[in-house]
């Protein structure tokens, strides 16, 4: 079969695509994985298909891609607020390039955040969407008015694809929002997280499938360096912090000096992952040490708790070492993964970026690792995705589905 995989967003929205588009091929099918142009290397080293799709100044900024746009315009307004604007700077060529990639395409897969690329091709082409959600759904989805609430998002997103549309041929996006209803219309839904993450499972219909998390056991990174692997050895496993692309230039210092003093009240070693803005810049105590790309699955399991910003990615990563967590989030998802660490027992109460200082996060590490009992639930479930095999699951789960939907396809035009 022949499948697009459309994946917009950070690394932690790329890499589990990733490790499902490596399954499909071992599979048999031909996959055309389509996503920002930085991340062509890893995909063609995996052997797949490679189709740019065009990302934005703002995400590019947030990558360390350099960019004509001054940084201070990231500093002023939330990230929920710069994704949006990033989005919009790139309707026309994105929609464009994400159609010229779908073409042909019998099946797209679609992360959440390009779910609207992938059903606007699945309408032109025919083909048969799936839809991969990273993190369980928000609980505000079953609330009454969430419909309403998701109809009043859609207006605006609807304007902004006018002028792409038109420019394509197609008419315009239906007045009614058509995503909250994919379900009633049998789309494959395929939820690359564990079911041992689910402390309050949702209702899930035939059409969807909780695989367990999509790992790429491939490596993105770099071989460590040898002082790290001197630091990790001289010494107690360390606290690794972990925000990601989260801070900018002004805030990243701060960040840096706040980190290194709740790590040293706590009595704590620290590994600090650099960020692209300079955070883990400067000198350090002795019993830290900052480091570049490095691969999580290789770290984690060689410190005692993580800090980091909630990523969906991330949060796997953490999950599957077996470690607690202190969860710092600053947008979407993220806060839902850090009330998700908090129920699970496996991390304190998230701290969220505006409350962050060093008093929090010196009681949030203490909490992580002076709590016998969370060490030990973390333990647990991190035994139990050790176990699972995500990507297996949903390859069979996808062609499962497609095989059903062929047999109800030909018995519509009979």
Known sequence: MRITIL??????????????????????????????????????????DFAALAEGEISAMQAGVKTSVSP????????????????????????????SACAGAEAVVTNELA????????????AQLVRA???????????????????????????????????????????REPLGRLAERRTLELRAYSEAVLVDPEPAGEW?????????????????APEVIEFLDAGPAPVCVNFGSMFNARAAAAATTMVS?????????????????????????ADMLAVGAIDHD?????????????????????????????????????????????????GPAPISRRRLNGESLTAAITTALGDAHMRARAGEIGARIRGEQGVANAVEAFEQHMQGAGRRSVLEKT
Request: overall charge positive; proline content about 8%; aromatic content about 6%.
């Open 261 to 285: 003093d709740a790590l040293r009240r706590a009595g704590q070693r620290g590994v600090l992952i650099r960020g692209v803005d300079g955070f883990g810049a400067g000198q350090l105590p």
């Open 72 to 99: 201070r315009r990231r500093i002023r307004r939330p990230p929920v607020l710069d994704l949006i604007a990033d989005a919009r700077s790139v309707a026309r060529v994105r929609l464009a390039e994400a159609m």
């Open 133 to 175: 959600r990273l993190c369980p759904p928000p609980r505000i989805a079953e609330r009454p008015g969430a419909r309403a609430v998701r109809q009043l998002a859609w207006l605006p997103m609807r304007r902004s694809q006018r002028v792409a549309r038109r420019e394509l041929g197609l008419g315009p996006l239906p007045l």
């Open 298 to 346: 290789w770290l984690f399991p060689r410190c005692c708790a993580v800090v980091h910003h909630g990523g969906a990615g991330t949060v796997a990563a953490v999950l599957r070492a077996g470690l607690p967590s202190v969860v710092v989030p600053h947008m979407l998802d993220q806060h839902a993964w850090g009330r998700t660490i908090q129920e699970l027992g496996v």
């Open 7 to 48: 994946s917009v967003g950070s690394r932690g929205d790329v890499q589990p695509l990733l490790a499902f588009g490596v399954g499909l091929e071992a599979a048999g099918h031909d996959v055309r994985f389509t996503t920002y142009p930085r991340f062509e290397p890893q995909v063609r080293a995996l052997g797949l």
């Open 115 to 126: 779910l609207l690329l992938g059903w606007q091709a699945c309408e032109r082409y025919g």
């Open 208 to 224: 969807t499938h909780v695989t367990g998390f999509w790992f790429l056991d491939s490596h993105f990174d770099p071989e460590p």
